[in-house]
């Protein structure tokens, strides 16, 4: 009996995965049928999109090449172009594409896209080990920041005062809730760790650290009216008793950032400080976190990490 109801179930399944199939294979059919038919370029994009989403990364292809043909300048769909690369595995012939859509980047459709292509490029430089073409392109994102040259004072006091002060007096004399380009921050202040440069990776990483604490602190006083600062541990731990800003904290890698923060401050002599985070880190990030484990072993004993070789 057993046997017949797997068999029934095997069945059932089969039937359910073709009838999804059948209308995507005619979705399909009809984008191939049709792309060609002097369609509009917005509507094309859309085809060609589809295509992508569908996983029909030849007929994709064709349209966005067939809109390049037809217009010379489509950044848009040379962006497009580079995401087929990197889905087929081919990073340095998407890095082309991006860099020709960058060209053109005033006449994306959206001109955010700009910052997806950049990022884009920074994770190809990653994994193809072009550590001097990484960290440009992240730099060149964080100078998008209209607060990039008026806000190093700011910046330079925040990792005086951790220094100095510790982590609560930081929070306490410091809030900074323009979070647009942690993200580069972060990547660029691990980087810089890795790279040995550890007063450079100090001030990159304090920022997001004090970004992302701040933009917890004001949702919380918005949301209880009577909200109070105390300590950064009691703050942590408001923060994570409310489930959207735990997913914030995810989302722009808190913890992770948290960590190379205190390696930065122990490789530059500052073990008190550098303690202080990897224990919060320890108490406040889930047990199984890579960056609760590596706290905790960094508490036990401190070690910096293995230097990366700098390439162009």
Do not use: C
Request: negative net charge; aromatic residues 16%; proline residues 3%.
């Amino acid at each position: 009996m057993k046997k017949i109801i797997s068999v029934f179930s095997l069945l059932f399944l089969a039937i359910s995965i073709y009838a999804q199939r059948v209308p995507d294979q005619e979705r399909v059919a009809f984008i191939e049928d049709t792309y060609m038919n002097n369609l509009p370029v917005w509507l094309m994009m859309e085809r060609g999109r589809e295509s992508f989403e569908l996983g029909e990364l030849g007929l994709a292809s064709r349209i966005f090449r067939e809109i390049i043909d037809r217009n010379s300048i489509s950044p848009d769909a040379e962006m497009w172009l580079g995401y087929i690369y990197e889905q087929e595995g081919e990073p340095l012939l998407a890095e082309k594409q991006y860099l020709k859509a960058l060209e053109n980047k005033n006449q994306l459709y959206i001109l955010e896209d700009r910052f997806t292509l950049m990022y884009r490029l920074t994770e190809i430089y990653r994994v193809t080990s072009q550590y001097g073409k990484y960290e440009k392109i992240l730099i060149d994102i964080i100078e998008n920041d209209e607060g990039f040259n008026t806000n190093f004072r700011l910046f330079y006091a925040m990792t005086d005062v951790l220094n100095n002060r510790g982590v609560d007096k930081l929070f306490e004399l410091y809030r900074y809730t323009d979070g647009k380009f942690n993200s580069a921050r972060i990547s660029l202040g691990i980087f810089y760790y890795q790279t040995g440069r550890y007063s450079e990776a100090e001030l990159n990483l304090t920022v997001p650290f004090v970004s992302i604490l701040s933009t917890g602190f004001e949702y919380l006083y918005e949301k209880r009216g009577d909200y109070e600062y105390t300590t950064v541990r009691d703050h942590i731990s408001s923060m994570l008793a409310d489930y959207i800003l735990t997913e914030y904290m995810q989302e722009n890698s808190f913890f992770r950032s948290a960590y190379y923060l205190a390696a930065a401050l122990y490789a530059e002599g500052n073990l008190d400080v550098s303690n202080e985070l990897w224990q919060i880190i320890k108490d406040y990030d889930s047990p199984e976190s890579i960056w609760s484990i590596r706290s905790t072993r960094q508490l036990n004993s401190p070690f910096i990490e293995p230097l990366i070789s700098p390439r162009t």
